[in-house]
């Protein structure tokens, strides 16, 4: 069995951190893909489809300094959807990319605040080994 999404896209907000109860870093972006088309008067059409994307340990660490909302990335990962009950006893679920694999496609980049004048080549950056085992419980 494959569970495996690819996804190329911009960041639509600066990527919000947090930490989980035993202290490993995670960060979660928002992430926009487009799909053109054509409809039947030949209009061209956009359609907007919006991915939440969470990173864990390095990973999450090298997300929160170098991304920043607009930013094109590669993101590889897998598909998770979860559930949980809020507050009001509402059953509520998402489905997210829990992401292994990122890549900085803008051809300008640097760490967030710093002055990025100066050109980086697309890096690439792997969370494999700082996925956790099982499901985070949150």
């Known amino acids: 069995m494959v569970n495996k999404a ?11 951190i947090r930490y ?3 202290g490993m870093m995670v960060t979660n972006l928002n992430l926009a893909t487009n799909e053109q088309r054509k409809d039947k008067n030949g209009e061209k059409v ?6 939440r994307i969470v990173t864990f340990g390095k990973l999450a ?20 959807t979860r559930s949980w009950e809020d507050k009001e006893g509402i059953k509520r679920s998402t489905t997210e ?8 496609l803008d051809s300008k980049g640097g760490v967030k605040g710093q002055d990025n004048t100066h050109d980086n080549p697309s890096a690439h950056f792997s969370g494999a080994d700082a996925l956790p085992e099982n499901d985070v419980p949150f």
């Open 6 to 16: 690819i996804l190329i896209g911009r960041l639509g907000a600066d990527p919000e």
């Open 20 to 22: 989980t109860p035993d």
């Open 46 to 51: 956009v359609k907007t489809e919006w991915h």
């Open 61 to 80: 660490e090298i997300c929160g300094n170098y991304l920043s909302k607009g930013k094109l990335v590669f993101i590889e990962g897998r598909i998770q």
């Open 97 to 104: 990319i829990i992401a292994s694999n990122m890549q900085m």
